[in-house]
């Protein structure tokens, strides 16, 4: 069964920086494409960044609300994923979940299992 | 930006009625259509990928369908544990958009 937790998040000052954290279990991380998607209070949720597998040289994809402050990476070592998140706004405010993707028939990559998500709330 | 919007953002039944939510694209996404289901409090849970093909684990009581840029959600003999928010999501095209939600709510 795969299992994704979150920590990390906390109370941050408007214009701080926080770490994010996501410890993957019950998979082969390495092989798997990786998200974060948020949920500000009351609202639905929204996708923050992707980072693909190794395989696909890790590399990234921002929404551009965070791109240039956030940046997505993992430690396949230790079948982890992080965000790393700087200057932030009241607007940040959410629960962080990560999330796994599969690819679908057509090769494009779908959610399949979440994390229970950890709430960063930005004020000051 | 695709922009999902689901229609309608809430709707009250009984146990034991079938709903039906609706999800529109604003462009065509290929099919790349997936809808979840979230608790109060809980993290979203995966139930339909591909408009129609269901998560592992998933009741067959959950049907998908449609095409281009219009899609539904069908449940099927509303359970008490069936009362939640749905949400659809475009995966063809960054950023990974979802629609705004539908909260069904028991009667």
């Known amino acids: 069964e795969v299992q994704l937790v979150e920590s990390g998040g906390g109370l941050v000052q408007p214009g701080g920086s926080l770490r994010l954290s996501c410890a993957a279990s019950?998979?082969?991380?390495?092989?798997?494409?990786m998200d974060w998607v948020r949920q500000p209070p009351g609202t639905g949720p929204e996708w923050v960044g992707r980072?693909?597998?190794?395989?696909?040289?890790?590399?990234?994809a921002y929404a551009a609300s965070v791109k240039g402050r956030f940046t997505i990476s993992r430690d396949d070592s230790k079948n982890s994923l992080y965000l790393q998140m700087s200057s932030l706004k009241t607007e940040d405010t959410a629960v962080y979940y990560c999330?796994?993707?599969?690819?679908?028939?057509?090769?494009?990559?779908?959610?399949?299992?979440w994390g229970q998500g950890t709430l960063v709330t930005v004020s000051s | 930006d695709i922009q999902m919007t689901q229609s309608p953002s809430s709707l009250s039944a009984s146990v034991g009625d079938s709903v039906t939510i609706t999800c529109r694209a604003s462009?065509?996404?290929?099919?790349?259509l997936a809808w979840f289901q979230q608790k109060p409090g809980k993290a979203p849970k995966s139930l339909i990928y591909?408009?129609?093909s269901l998560q592992s684990g998933v009741p067959s009581k959950f049907s998908g369908s449609g095409s281009g840029t219009d899609f539904t959600l069908t449940i099927s003999s509303l359970q008490p544990e069936d009362f939640a928010t749905y949400y659809c999501?475009?995966?063809?095209?960054?950023?990974?958009?979802f629609g705004g939600g539908t909260k069904v709510e028991i009667k």
């Open positions: 999330a796994r993707e599969l690819p679908d028939n057509s090769g494009f990559y779908f959610f399949d299992s």
């Open positions: 019950g998979l082969t991380f390495s092989d798997h494409y």
């Open positions: 980072i693909r597998s190794t395989a696909r040289g890790s590399t990234t």
């Open positions: 462009q065509g996404i290929n099919n790349h």
């Open positions: 591909a408009v129609s």
């Open positions: 999501q475009q995966y063809t095209a960054y950023p990974l958009n």
